[in-house]
């Protein structure tokens, strides 16, 4: 399936999409089992051209494993939910147990975790904080064994049919996707942008929407670990949209008559490739 509106925005690499399968195709690049990993490297390889896969075996890290849709992967993260809520905090330094367990991975794990698992990454004011933003996420586990990344140009959609797609995109062409957004659709919020980590941004929530009777698509990357991670495969300026199957066919329909047919579209367009 080639996408309009990738055409349309001048997209210089593939639309992803995600679905859930029991097989994992021929050829599927993976992640080792139990090796740490961030689950985007998979979608950045789907978007330049890659059919990759994770499983429940081997989903990078448990966050990775949580945002992709494998149920509750922090009660597995060392020290449990209470680990990681002080990891994602406050930092585990000072607590007795969080501090054995530093001292029990140390053997394992490079000295950056072990510096981020005592001090924090305090991207939340304190674990309670973690807490509710865990409480508040849309957890599930989805009832395949392996969530499977494809270029959309690979998908013929007769024959299966994507729970998500996800765009790789530039500021410009992020605008455009959320302007694209509400085209056609009721009310002037048909974007949403929850702070989540990149992963749950392309998985938990654009599930969730997905089986709304009025999806939304979801705007990631907020994450400025994902943000880290992913500059050597798309640079600093880059966004990500994660269209709900259902809401991309429609919006697919509309690029045709559109704005992106228009004069303040074909200049953006025109003025970054001068």
């Not at 995600?18 to 139990?34: S, V, Y």
């Not at 992967?73 to 020290?79: E, I, L, T, V, W």
């Not at 975790?113 to 973690?130: C, D, W």
């Not at 980590?197 to 670990?225: N, T």
Request: include cysteine.
């Amino acid at each position: 399936m080639n996408s309009q509106i990738a055409a349309a925005i001048n997209l210089p690499h593939q639309p992803v999409a995600i679905l859930w399968n029991d097989e994992i195709p021929d050829g599927a690049q993976r992640f080792k089992d139990n090796s740490w990993a961030c689950s985007l490297w998979l979608t950045a390889a789907a978007a330049k051209g890659k059919v990759t896969a994770c499983s429940r075996d081997a989903f990078g890290c448990f966050g990775g494993g949580t945002g992709l849709g494998f149920g509750d992967q922090y009660r597995n993260f060392p020290g449990g939910t209470e680990g990681f809520c002080r990891f994602l905090s406050s930092g585990n330094a000072g607590h007795p147990e969080g501090e054995a367990v530093a001292k029990a991975l140390k053997p394992f794990a490079d000295e950056h975790f072990i510096e981020e698992y005592l001090q924090g990454e305090r991207y939340l004011k304190n674990p309670e904080a973690v807490q509710d933003f865990i409480d508040d996420l849309p957890m599930r586990d989805i009832p395949t064994r392996y969530v499977v990344f494809k270029p959309l140009s690979e998908i013929d959609p007769q024959q299966e049919e994507p729970i998500v797609v996800v765009f790789f995109c530039s500021p410009d062409q992020f605008s455009a996707l959320g302007v694209l957004a509400n085209y056609s659709f009721d009310g002037n919020d048909n974007v949403m942008y929850p702070f989540a980590a990149g992963c749950q941004a392309i998985g938990l929530y654009a599930y969730d929407e997905e089986e709304k009777d009025r999806p939304k698509a979801v705007a990631g990357l907020m994450d400025l670990s994902a943000r880290l991670y992913l500059r050597k495969h798309f640079g600093e300026n880059v966004m990500s949209m994660s269209i709900p199957w259902s809401m991309f066919q429609t919006m697919e329909g509309n690029v045709a008559g559109s704005f992106l047919e228009r004069n303040t579209w074909n200049q953006l367009l025109q003025s970054r490739m001068t």
